[in-house]
């Protein structure tokens, strides 16, 4: 059994000036009361934000719910990093007590079969929840390592299937895997040595400690650029991924695209993953008004070639270009109304590549599903986490929404990566 010891940082905070003990069981989520919206978002009516925490750590990650309603954060920044350990004993909605451990730098966060499991740029680890307690034991066994160091794209953000299995993002450390590191008019490596052991999702054993990639890796699917943003639909039983479209069309093809075509290109995948899938990066994108993967120019391109491209798979549904998907969550609850149920939320983090025009994204939208695969549309569920009319980059917004989460009661909770704000998503019939 491979275990490494992560230092609890000393930092508990009682915020209304209570010690409860700490193995205390907290209050039974499901009798929270539904608030007034005091969130400040902007949802459809029937629906009410409340701030759960309205300041944790900056770079707040992915979040998970436990169902006695204890919440875990995973924070990534230069500053500060671990997970953060939440947990309301009022009954009011609002956290009260609040403990950090771990000085792991990451984002995923998920809990499966009595454990919390975390990841940081290079592995994937797991504490055993105690039960009652809100500190698990701070002792991490490592669960898969020997991933690839890299500096882009580095979130191994991760799932879990209900066949004991996790499936692991690992990122391509480019844009385009380009010959020159993003620099204009570089051609692409032909092949692409980025897809031997990145730019792919992995499947692993989710209770097996001290696998290795190169040993007990099996790459699910490859030719993704990045995706963040995944998860298991156990209704229909596969995996689906939101991806990181590539960026500068403009900036390193000048001569093929403007900027306003930089804007609006390439779509941001939503996709279905079956095993030995091939999604096509870097040698195509998704052109939304195409309806079609096309060749990308640093392999010889147009913009309207799709040449290989056409063998690779399409994405179900397709999202406006640099959105940046960060987390993806099916709904298995019942509070939300019956079209929820089953169906999709995305978190959008935001763009940054759509100089000089406006930034868009920074919000949580919804995909409704029917069988098993998107209907062919998608709506803003939660807006207003920037407070700006117009973005013009992504540190001028407020606050950007990153991690989602289900409450043991059916709600939602969002996290937010600047400030570390927390939200709580509830449904309340206003014509019963």
Not at 31 to 56: E, M
Not at 124 to 139: E, H, I
Request: glycine content about 10%.
């Amino acid at each position: 059994m491979m275990k490494f010891a992560v230092p609890i940082i000393a930092s508990v905070f009682f915020f209304v000036g209570c010690t409860p003990d700490m193995d205390e069981s907290s209050k039974d989520e499901t009798q929270v009361p539904l608030f007034v919206n005091d969130g400040g978002l902007d949802l459809s009516t029937g629906f009410r934000a409340t701030i759960v925490a309205d300041s944790t750590y900056n770079n707040a990650r992915h979040i998970v719910v436990n169902d006695n309603g204890d919440i875990y954060v995973k924070i990534r920044s230069d500053k500060e990093s671990g997970v953060l350990a939440l947990r309301d004993t009022t009954g009011d909605g609002k956290v009260n007590i609040q403990a950090k451990f771990s000085a792991v730098n990451g984002t995923g966060m998920d809990i499966y079969n009595g454990y919390l499991y975390a990841s940081s740029k290079t592995e994937v680890f797991r504490y055993k929840l105690n039960s009652g307690a809100l500190l698990p034991d701070t002792t991490a066994e490592v669960v898969i390592t020997g991933f690839p160091e890299q500096t882009q794209h580095a979130a191994k953000s991760f799932t879990f299937d209900d066949s004991g299995h996790i499936y692991v993002n690992v990122g391509a450390p480019s844009n385009a895997c380009m010959e020159k590191l993003r620099t204009i008019g570089s051609k692409g490596q032909d092949p692409c040595p980025q897809r031997t052991w990145q730019a792919s999702i992995w499947r692993f054993s989710a209770d097996q400690l001290g696998q290795t990639q190169q040993e007990h890796g099996h790459q699910y699917c490859t030719g993704i650029r990045n995706c963040v943003a995944l998860d298991w639909n156990h209704q229909s039983n596969g995996l689906f991924a939101v991806m990181h479209g590539r960026d500068q069309l403009s900036m390193f093809w000048p001569e093929m695209y403007d900027d306003m075509q930089n804007a609006e290109l390439p779509a941001e995948e939503f996709l279905q993953i079956d095993d030995g899938d091939d999604f096509g990066w870097p040698f195509c994108y998704y052109d939304p008004a195409k309806n079609l993967k096309v060749l990308a120019p640093e392999f010889g391109g147009d913009g309207v070639q799709t040449d290989r491209c056409a063998e690779k798979k399409d994405p179900v549904l397709a999202f406006p270009a640099h959105f940046a998907p960060n987390d993806l969550l099916f709904y298995r609850g019942d509070q939300f109304p019956e079209k929820y149920r089953n169906g999709a939320f995305v978190a959008f983090h935001g763009s940054w590549n759509r100089a000089p025009e406006p930034q868009k994204g920074f919000l949580v939208a919804f995909v409704p599903f029917r069988n098993g695969l998107p209907t062919g549309e998608w709506e803003v569920f939660a807006d207003g986490f920037s407070e700006l009319e117009t973005i013009a980059g992504p540190t001028d917004a407020k606050h950007r929404p990153m991690g989602l989460a289900e409450g043991p009661d059916g709600s939602l909770y969002i996290t937010d990566s600047l400030k570390g704000k927390i939200w709580r998503i509830t449904y309340n019939d206003l014509t019963s």
